[in-house]
């Protein structure tokens, strides 16, 4: 049961983080560089948005894909680490709260860390047993069967 808690939470954090990704990555294509070539804004304050803006979509979607990883391979990171993540994304959220109009992206962001943080907690001691990994059969030095 807790298995199944830790992965809901881990894939529901993932689904949000990489739809907030991708949200930021259409918005790249379709809205943003067209804002800002419009904008008069220096080129080099254009191109430091741009950066900026695919860092971001692209870090959420690549920690969005370390959660779905996580989610079935829990000790592939540290728990340590699956933590510091979901705080980055409540840095992120109250930024965006303060700074953007639109709320629902900074929600999203809630969401994922919220999920990520429960997950943290839900985070299976050892892994469920099963088949051994390999068995190999005792060394006998050639000659000695």
Known sequence: MRLKGF????LVGALALIGVALFYLVNYVVVLKIALGNSGVQPFIQHSIQAMWLSFACQGLLIGLLYVLVA?????????VIVLLGLIQLVE???LFA???GKVLAMLLVVAAAFV???ALLWPRRLPAGPPASVAAPHQPVGEA
């Open 7 to 10: 992965r809901f939470c881990m």
């Open 72 to 80: 079935y391979r829990p000790h592939a990171v540290s728990r340590e």
């Open 93 to 95: 959220a109250v930024l």
């Open 99 to 101: 700074l953007a109009v």
């Open 117 to 119: 943080l429960l997950g």
